[in-house]
């Protein structure tokens, strides 16, 4: 995707997007911080940064961006620099934790507007969006809102526009299920909008990855109203050489300690919902995990699903019905 232009993105499937006055923000009210984190993202970080600008075209109040370079050795501090130099409202700040949860944790603390919303710096924002959301937050104050993700492969994303929001609001527990299916939207922090307060009172471990695996079950536990829109305007790049994309000991340690959060957040109402996350850990991970203790947690855990009840649940997918009984049969 290097040098790739931005331009093309604004002429796909666009519609014109006029600033109306019933969402105009009021200049003295901050309501979005916009956290883009970045760690040897010279490649991509051009074409992240023009996106964030266009997604803002309508607005030149109620926002403030910081920027976090984290441990870069590339030319990635030299490019937040000169973007932070040309834009006002734009904070950049140097930090040396090579650790995503501390980076995150780091950056809501130097927030101050009501909602934040995290950005990384290799991904991509449709342009006008973060405009128009912006309103919408202004308007409805929602503890969350949440988006659909374009998750795109192979940089296949020339076919995608913004269309505007399609909000409907979701009880707790119509979220909690929606994120356990796992469809419509997953453990991502990028993208979507969170109230401050809410990432001030419950922050990110520090996880070197699956630090939004382990926090967002608590952060929607913790919610009431709650929005979610299936039109999405983040454009998140999937690359082989992701930190989740890792397969190591480590990470698998982070991504149970992960899911015991999630069992911990939702309790036994949801169980055999959680479960299918254990039965994916078992297949996929199963022969990586090299800690007896890993290892037990994992077993004992899918050894507990209760095998009438969880093949009768009809919020079970047929698929995860054949994985736990291949787990059950030892195949």
């Known amino acids: 995707m290097t040098g790739l232009p931005i331009a093309h993105l604004e002429n796909k499937r666009r519609v014109d997007w006029y600033p109306r006055p019933e969402i105009m923000i009021m200049a003295v009210q901050?309501?979005?911080?916009?956290?883009?984190?970045?760690?040897?993202?010279?490649?991509?970080?051009?074409?992240?940064?023009?996106?964030?600008?266009?997604?803002?075209?309508?607005?030149?109040?109620?926002?403030?961006?910081?920027?976090?370079?984290?441990?870069?050795?590339?030319?990635?501090?030299?490019?937040?620099?000169?973007?932070?130099d040309s834009h006002s409202d734009t904070h950049l700040f140097q930090v040396d934790?090579?650790?995503?949860?501390?980076?995150?944790?780091?950056?809501?603390?130097?927030?101050?507007?009501?909602?934040?919303?995290?950005?990384?710096?290799?991904?991509?924002?449709?342009?006008?969006?973060l405009a128009e959301i912006m309103g919408y937050l202004a308007n409805t104050r929602p503890d969350l809102l949440l988006t659909h993700l374009h998750?795109?492969?192979?940089?296949?994303?020339?076919?995608?526009?913004?269309?505007?929001?399609?909000?409907?609001?979701?009880?707790?527990h119509q979220a909690v299920k929606k994120f356990l299916?796992?469809?419509?939207?997953?453990?991502?922090?990028i993208g979507q909008f969170i109230k401050r307060e809410l990432l001030l009172a419950y922050p990110f471990p520090d996880f070197c990855?699956?630090?939004?695996?382990?926090?967002?079950?608590?952060?929607?536990?913790?919610?009431?109203?709650?929005?979610?829109?299936?039109?999405?305007?983040?454009?998140?790049?999937?690359?082989?050489?992701s930190l989740s994309n890792q397969i190591n000991e480590q990470n698998i340690s982070l991504l149970?300690?992960?899911?015991?959060?999630?069992?911990?957040?939702?309790?036994?109402?949801?169980?055999?919902?959680?479960?299918?996350h254990w039965i994916n850990i078992l297949l996929r991970y199963g022969r990586n995990i090299q800690t007896l203790r890993a290892r037990q947690k994992v077993t004992e855990r899918v050894k507990s699903i209760r095998t009438l009840a969880f093949l009768l649940d009809p919020t079970i997918r047929l698929s995860f019905k054949r994985k736990f009984l291949k787990v059950r049969h030892g195949k």
């Not at 920027?67 to 050795?73: E, F, G, H, K, T």
């Not at 940089?155 to 409907?168: A, E, F, M, T, V």
């Open 30 to 84: 901050r309501i979005l911080s916009i956290v883009l984190t970045a760690h040897n993202c010279e490649a991509y970080l051009d074409n992240t940064l023009s996106s964030l600008v266009n997604s803002l075209i309508g607005f030149t109040e109620g926002y403030e961006i910081i920027l976090i370079n984290d441990a870069s050795i590339d030319s990635t501090a030299e490019l937040l620099q000169q973007f932070a």
């Open 97 to 129: 934790f090579t650790n995503i949860g501390k980076v995150r944790n780091f950056g809501v603390q130097q927030c101050s507007g009501d909602y934040i919303t995290m950005i990384d710096g290799d991904d991509l924002i449709l342009p006008h969006a």
């Open 151 to 172: 998750e795109i492969h192979d940089d296949d994303y020339q076919d995608i526009g913004w269309s505007g929001l399609r909000p409907i609001r979701l009880s707790p």
């Open 181 to 189: 299916i796992h469809k419509d939207f997953q453990a991502h922090f």
């Open 209 to 241: 990855c699956y630090e939004d695996a382990y926090l967002f079950p608590t952060i929607l536990s913790n919610s009431q109203k709650i929005i979610f829109s299936r039109r999405g305007h983040y454009l998140y790049l999937k690359r082989n050489n």
């Open 256 to 276: 149970i300690e992960a899911t015991t959060a999630m069992d911990d957040a939702f309790g036994a109402q949801y169980a055999n919902l959680i479960a299918c």
